[in-house]
């Protein structure tokens, strides 16, 4: 496998344990007891023992209902060390907890306390602390695609189980480069940039792996995403971020039940089956569902860089320029086709000189010469 740069910096500030998320919202899921007039709470999040705790509150909601989840806000939210002290929680944005920076004792075992601003209470497991291995995010190309692997080696009394949640971010250009643009009623030379792009994506895909089975707590070369040649990721560059957790046997059985379920419905987002249900109880009703899982445990995080043009093949340069997306592009004349500078269905694109000497100018559609449509040209902080 040919392995390329990685970084080694642990991630201190981090919400693992994710049940819906999406360019960075949580989507509350809707198991088939919830499609009535029910809401229960979802607590997105684990306890960081070495670092920054975030808890994410919101309430599921109707298969049929398409607004964004309710957030549980003005909740108290605790961590509880067994027989030991509290550590509050205070929220930022709506239904959002965080900690201070905590490093927590690693023979102790730790709990979440949550009482709601209507004074129900709700209490996860006490579990214990568990510390994630290091690893490396390598990559090799293959016929298919491009394959995206891990590696992680483990202590023999340490974890055996692991999830892997992963975020991409990649740099796009638009189809067609628009080097004019109508302002204060003239065509003038353009000044911002609407060809170089990039987009973000959280993958919402439940990854998990154990080495339970094997003789040795490694996995080596253990998939996690295949890209096709021809993606529009790998257009320009492409960069992942993948994060690390170990997790206990109860909360990998959680993830496992639950990756089953999405296999055989569908997404993470359709409904699940009302016997799924996590490490958190209620207590003014210890029948009431409640979802989510929390675990104890640090998360380590890699981020990789792979370039195109330097890193794969010159048979995929190219390949993936005229996408499905961009199937329909082409340019016309403005003057002969009788089209004002400013038609917002349509931006200029060059000027040029015609046979008999008058200057006109290019247009095309806004989506093929506009990448802010489908990302944003502001460079991520992290790009280099």
């Not at 021809?230 to 492409?238: A, G």
Request: with cysteine; proline share 5%; charged share 20%.
């Amino acid at each position: 496998m040919t392995q390329k740069h990685y970084s080694a910096t642990p991630l201190s500030t981090l919400s693992i344990v994710m049940l819906m998320v999406f360019y960075g919202c949580v989507e509350s899921f809707a198991p088939d007891v919830v499609d009535t007039v029910h809401s229960y709470l979802v607590v997105d999040g684990l306890i960081n023992n070495n670092g920054i705790t975030v808890i994410n509150l919101s309430r599921s909601q109707k298969i049929s209902d398409n607004n964004k989840p309710q957030a549980e806000a003005k909740a108290s939210v605790v961590i509880q060390e067994e027989q030991g002290p509290h550590y509050p929680l205070t929220e930022g944005r709506m239904g959002t907890y965080t900690s201070s920076y905590l490093t927590l004792n690693p023979q102790k075992k730790y709990r979440l306390y949550i009482k709601t601003a209507f004074n129900k209470e709700y209490v996860s497991d006490y579990v214990p602390v568990r510390y994630t291995p290091d690893f490396e995010v390598v990559w090799k190309v293959e016929n298919e695609g491009l394959q995206i692997a891990i590696n992680s080696q483990g202590r023999e009394n340490n974890t055996r189980y692991y999830r892997w949640q992963h975020e991409e971010t990649w740099e796009f250009n638009s189809f067609i480069y628009s080097a004019w643009e109508y302002r204060n009623g003239q065509i003038l030379p353009r000044t911002n940039n609407i060809f170089q792009c990039w987009r973000t994506e959280r993958n919402p895909v439940i990854k998990i792996a154990s080495t339970d089975n094997l003789s040795e707590n490694v996995l080596s070369e253990h998939p996690l995403v295949l890209l096709p040649k021809n993606s529009e990721k790998l257009q320009v560059k492409y960069s992942i971020l993948v994060k690390q957790q170990s997790l206990t046997k109860e909360a990998y059985q959680y993830w496992e039940t639950l990756s089953k379920n999405t296999e055989n419905i569908g997404t993470l987002f359709d409904p699940f089956p009302s016997q799924l249900t996590g490490n958190i109880t209620c207590l003014n009703d210890p029948k009431e569902p409640v979802f989510g899982f929390v675990s104890v445990t640090n998360e380590i995080e890699k981020r990789i860089f792979i370039s195109t043009y330097a890193d794969l093949p010159t048979s995929w340069h190219g390949i993936n320029r005229k996408s499905i997306t961009y199937a329909s592009c082409e340019t016309g004349l403005m003057g002969k086709d009788g089209l004002t500078p400013a038609n917002p269905a349509y931006l200029i694109v060059d000027r040029v000189m015609l046979e008999d000497g008058s200057m006109d100018y290019t247009y095309s559609s806004v989506g093929c010469v506009d990448c802010r449509l489908r990302g944003t040209n502001v460079m991520p902080d992290f790009w280099h």
